[in-house]
């Protein structure tokens, strides 16, 4: 389940068809009524790019989609796991962070969203383990990376990579002596699956990340020698709230669950900046720009930018990916159709400009109603009881 705020279902099109396989479009703030085993409730956007675009959303999506996946796991007695995040510690005052280090977070900030949401839905989760006895697992994962991630949100590993692919400016925030960790996605996957099949009373919250820490500059040097190019370095001001030093202490995950990382950074970043070069490569053979490394200035030129740009496809139909990557939705950016046969065909061929701000859907005759959350609010859509 996905409302593809911060994703693209191009990443899953080779699931598509294949037996237990379903692909549901959703917002998580929503209550859901499904039928599961399990719960990984994964939704939320995790880069600051994203997060921040929307912060108010980005708390109801933690918050309010906390609220609704435990009490739908309330509801079928299912187990349901948290992806937290290193983010519930802050700037952190312990080094390396344990689960039992309670953090350093400014309630305030441009981090806050993000931070304090993921904070707040973990008291969710031990509430509702405390008051209605409900199976519970909390991950607390580090900075993960992999193939699929999308190559304009912002994220260190990313934003390197294809800067570097393109021959543009690495661009480091601050003077690049702040530490990270980095754990390739399948070990995380790894991790996940691990806890969700541990034992009831394993609850966590158990670290999930690479022990081994960088520096942001090794981690770009690392690149640039795997990816080529000669791109310069470019230092920007540190964000505020930028955590100086992250290194997760993963003694439990090893004692509770047998987990560690198995793929080391270099090897994670090769595949990494492998799928890049492919995708970025198609992007620009998709466009007609011959040079495929993207360097030079004609490589700058980009075709302009329609407001709708993404195509309009039928749900869930197998297509090549298209040559735009995805943009964080801007809100009321919408080109809304006018007439009422382009109402009912903008719900069927649902793009992926239209997201969790607005509902739509068709009822067997064919009929079809869209609504915008301003014009005629979500209240009027939820149901008058709560799953909770
Ligand atoms: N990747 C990391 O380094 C990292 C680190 C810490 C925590 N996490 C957590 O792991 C989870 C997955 O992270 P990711 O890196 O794959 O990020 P991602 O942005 O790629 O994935 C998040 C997914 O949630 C979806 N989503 C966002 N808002 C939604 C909503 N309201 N309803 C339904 N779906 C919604 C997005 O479309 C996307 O598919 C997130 O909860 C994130 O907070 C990730």
């Known amino acids: 389940m996905d409302n593809f705020y911060s994703s693209s279902r191009h990443n899953v099109l080779g699931l598509l068809g294949q037996p237990g396989f379903e692909l549901m479009r959703h917002d998580v703030t929503f209550p859901l009524y499904v039928e599961v085993d399990q719960i990984y409730h994964l939704a939320c956007p995790a880069s600051p790019v994203f997060y921040q675009r929307d912060p108010v959303q980005t708390t109801k999506t933690c918050v309010h989609g906390s609220i609704n996946m435990l009490g739908l796991a309330k509801r079928l007695r299912a187990p349901i796991l948290l992806a937290s995040t290193s983010e519930v510690y802050g700037d952190p005052a312990l080094h390396p962070q344990a689960e039992s280090y309670w953090g350093n977070v400014n309630p305030i900030g441009i981090r806050s969203c993000y931070d304090e949401g993921k904070r707040c839905a973990e008291t969710l989760f031990f509430d509702y383990n405390r008051q209605h006895a409900l199976p519970v697992k909390v991950a607390r994962i580090f900075n993960t990376f992999g193939p699929n991630m999308l190559p304009n949100d912002g994220r260190v590993v990313s934003s390197f990579i294809v800067q570097a692919i393109r021959g543009d400016p690495i661009t480091i925030f601050g003077d690049g002596s702040q530490t990270r960790s980095f754990c390739y996605v399948d070990d995380m996957v790894r991790g996940l699956i691990r806890l969700m099949n541990s034992p009831e009373e394993v609850t966590g919250p158990i670290n999930l990340g690479n022990p081994c820490e960088y520096t942001v500059t090794e981690l770009a040097q690392k690149v640039l020698a795997l990816a080529g190019g000669d791109s310069l370095v470019e230092h920007r001001p540190l964000p505020s709230d930028d955590p100086v030093r992250r290194k997760p202490d993963i003694s439990r995950a090893r004692e509770l669950l047998g987990w560690e990382p198995t793929v080391p950074l270099d090897e994670g970043l090769e595949r990494t900046v492998a799928y890049f070069r492919h995708t970025l490569r198609d992007q620009r053979d998709q466009r007609g720009l011959g040079d495929p490394r993207g360097t030079g200035p004609a490589a700058r030129v980009r075709p302009p930018r329609s407001p709708v ?27 809304w159709p006018r007439t009422a046969r382009s109402w009912l065909v903008a719900g069927l061929l649902d793009g992926e400009e239209v997201d969790g701000w607005r509902r739509h859907s068709c009822s067997a005759a064919g009929a079809f109603w869209a609504r915008t959350r301003s014009a005629c609010s979500a209240r009027w859509r939820r149901p008058a009881f709560s799953p909770t």
């Open 309 to 335: 740009s993404a195509p309009r496809l039928p749900f869930a139909t197998p297509v090549a990916p298209g040559p735009e990557p995805p943009q964080p939705p801007a809100r009321n950016s919408v080109v």
